[in-house]
Nanobody, 127 residues
Framework: QVHLVESGGGLVQAGGSLRLSCAASGRTDTTYALGWFRQAPGKDREFVAVVTWSSGNEYYADSVKGRFTISRDNAKITVYLQMNSLKPEDTAVYYC????????????????????WGQGTQVTVSP
């Protein structure tokens, strides 16, 4: 079992920044990837970013490229999401996700590629 806890969400004005954290605990020795999804009101869950734990490969949604940066702390099994130049369209609940096994890179943006999910942290960007 893997337990994920997100933190760092909050309210910020457009153009501001936030840094999200996701701490993993439990049987994290088999973790393949840690990443972020988000879900806005009335919309489907959307892929944001992910990093593979062993190789450090990073993948981003087109909507956040150049603004968001994902990073990892191998010693603490923690993943971060630095969000800059925030827009009202970024308002959503952000969820941390973990995969126990490897998957084809073509499936990196699919939620069913991940095995564990956190409870989410709210990010609200005001105009």
């Amino acid at each position: 079992q893997v337990h994920l806890v997100e933190s760092g969400g909050g309210l910020v004005q457009a153009g501001g920044s936030l840094r999200l954290s996701c701490a993993a605990s439990g049987r994290t020795d088999t973790t393949y990837a840690l990443g972020w999804f988000r879900q806005a009101p009335g919309k489907d869950r959307e892929f944001v970013a992910v990093v593979t734990w062993s190789s450090g490969n990073e993948y981003y949604a087109d909507s956040v490229k150049g603004r968001f940066t994902i990073s990892r702390d191998n010693a603490k099994i923690t993943v971060y999401l630095q969000m800059n130049s925030l827009k009202p369209e970024d308002t959503a609940v952000y969820y941390c996700a973990a995969s126990r096994t490897s998957f084809n890179v073509r499936r990196v943006r699919r939620g069913d590629s991940y095995d564990y999910w956190g409870q989410g942290t709210q990010v609200t960007v005001s105009p």
